[in-house]
């Protein structure tokens, strides 16, 4: 019973990617049934598109420079919110910080156009950048946030009075112990820039991100073929990030 | 007399709250001190301050003759056994033991000579290379221990580290750290409610109640020797009895109660006997006070037990016996005996 839920829930949420890697392989200008035979000339027809590797590149600068602002950046705040319960107005603040997850993306992404345009800041993968991170910090704090609610403090207290300052007590007690947070904030953040197209459409200058690239030409029909290509090259990519992810925590852990 | 921790009226609030109030105590070097109390009497709060965790709200902690106002945790010469141990989880037991070393860039090699001393001072040697959630309770204590020794602090502050085992391991948690205590010499503040513990480890013990300091004194001082009211009625089983002194006595109840007395006719006085000392039996000649009575309620505890016997209507007292023979065990409804000499009797005070 149990077992048979889990199939179907795995097939449910599957089931479309799988699709979606075995056209990637199919010897035919139209996606779809029947399969015809083996390629692989759709990678290659990526991997010698100047467009599509630009665009690749973009995707991944703009991912690591997000994830580099707002892992950090969500770490910081969760530390005040958790740790510094006399902070004025934190109730406010708590429900403040957590408002950006709720809003349309497209809304967001309007505003961040005017936002830009009434500061005078022209539209390139800086804007993107920035719509990024301030879609991702939310995501990073609540992460740290619930890290740093279960953490000991006299762990820290512990390091002190065994005669570590206040830099080295961070350095060799708190950090190790939230790693895995770290961890999971940044490949969070990652990840939501790496597929976000939405604000990322409304706030890119002439260089596009991946999704805004295959967003851009998935209604040309001859074109379909190499988007599943390189879709399914994203797809690996995110996977191998968690898979990643994961062998680093569980090695972390076995030590 | 060298002192090694000393309190000058220290007190500690928290918003409304006053956990440490008014608190002078003077802590010799290499003495084993326990700070004994009730829960929530400010026990934590105080060696907290000692450490430097908290800045007394008024007053101040001296460490070897020099002021600690001002001094941060970590430039204190005290080291801290964790109320709920606090040992780093990403570190093996060793490493965990070599923290305090590493922080103060000893060379490598010192480094593992000392841990390795510590760790067989607490008979762990073997288990350098564990994980802290692969060992025993017992052993994580030991770890807790070592760690906290191994960079030969002043003084070691322990806060209940035997309060999470079971009775037979804190038996013997409790000789190791005698054992320890002689074979390292460190000052150890030693904080618990369990007044066993207490008596048993220490050679002074202070008695805290309600954040003030009720009485210092050597374990036979505070528990045969009690201060005043608040100490005689938190160390161990004992029955208060108040009335009106006359001529030698008191009269309570109807009953006639002989005590020594310097107070004077006709004030009312408070004394306390401990259930210990009280003696009781089917027939019972020879203390200064005795008694008829019928016992209304037994607690046997095995090498001994406990009987509320009721002397007058409104009378009723705690003995505590030792069962030697099963003859001397007696059941509600006994018809018994009970006495004790006047000297066993404390007055506690002349008013109350
Ligand atoms: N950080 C704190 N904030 C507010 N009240 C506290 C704090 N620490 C302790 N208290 C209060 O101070 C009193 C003494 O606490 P504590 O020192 O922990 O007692 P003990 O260790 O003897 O059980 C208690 O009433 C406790 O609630
Ligand atoms: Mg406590």
Known sequence: MHFGYMVFYYAFTFAPLIILVIFSFNDSARVGLPFK??????????????????????????????????????TAAAFV????????????????????????????????????????????????????????????????????????????????????DELTTFLKVTLPLIFPGLLAAAILAFTISFGEVAVAFFTIGYQPTLPVYIFGQVRLPTRLPVLTAVSALALSFSALLVVASEITRRIREKK | MVIDVELRGVTKRFADIVAVDNVSIQILKGEFFSLLGPSG?????????????????????????????????FKRPTNMVFQHLALFPHLSVEE???????????????????????????????????KISQLSGGQQQRVAIARALVTEPTVLLLDEPLGPLDLRLRLEMQE?????????????????????????????????ISGRIEQVGTPLEVYEKPRNHSVAEFMGETNMLGGRYLDGAVEIDGLSVRVTSQASKGTDI???????????????????????????GVTYRGSDSVY??????????????????????????DEVFVGWDIDK????????
């Open chain 1, 37 to 74: 035979a083996f390629t692989l000339k759709w990678y290659a027809e990526v991997l010698s598109d100047p467009t599509i590797l630009s665009a690749i590149a973009n995707s991944l600068l703009v991912g690591a420079v997000v994830t580099l602002l707002s892992t950090p950046g969500g």
């Open chain 2, 176 to 208: 190791e750290l005698k054992r320890i205590q002689r074979e390292v010499g460190t000052t150890f503040v030693y904080v618990t409610h369990d007044q066993t513990e207490a008596l048993s480890l220490s050679n002074r013990v202070a008695v805290m």
């Open chain 2, 308 to 333: 509320d016997v009721q002397l007058s209507e409104r009378i009723i007292i705690k003995v505590r016996s030792t069962n030697l023979a099963l003859e001397s065990i007696y059941r509600v409804g």
């Open chain 2, 96 to 130: 965990n033991v070599a923290f305090g070393l590493k922080v103060k860039r000893l060379a490598k090699q010192e480094i593992r000579q000392r841990a390795s001393k510590f760790l067989e001072i607490v008979r762990l040697s073997g288990l350098e290379k564990r």
């Open chain 2, 41 to 73: 009497c400010g026990k934590t709060t105080t060696l907290r301050t000692i450490a430097g965790f908290e800045d007394p709200s008024e007053g101040e902690v001296f460490i070897s003759g020099q002021s600690m106002a001002g001094v941060p945790p």
């Open chain 2, 345 to 352: 009797a404390l007055l506690i005070s002349s008013l109350r």
């Open chain 2, 270 to 296: 408070i004394f306390s006997i401990r259930s210990e000392k009280i003696s009781i039996g089917k027939t019972l000649s020879g203390p200064d006070n005795v008694f008829k009575g019928t016992v209304r």
């Open chain 1, 81 to 164: 919110l958790v740790r510094h319960q006399s902070f004025v107005g934190r109730k406010a603040f708590n429900t403040l910080v957590l408002i950006p997850m709720v809003i349309p993306p497209v809304i967001v992404g309007i505003s961040l156009l005017t936002f830009f345009h009434a500061i005078g800041l022209e539209l390139s993968l800086v804007t993107v950048i920035l719509a990024h991170t301030l879609i991702a910090l939310p995501f990073s704090l609540l992460v740290m946030v619930a890290r740093l609610i279960g953490f000991d403090r006299s762990l820290e207290e512990a390091a002190m009075d065994l005669g570590a």
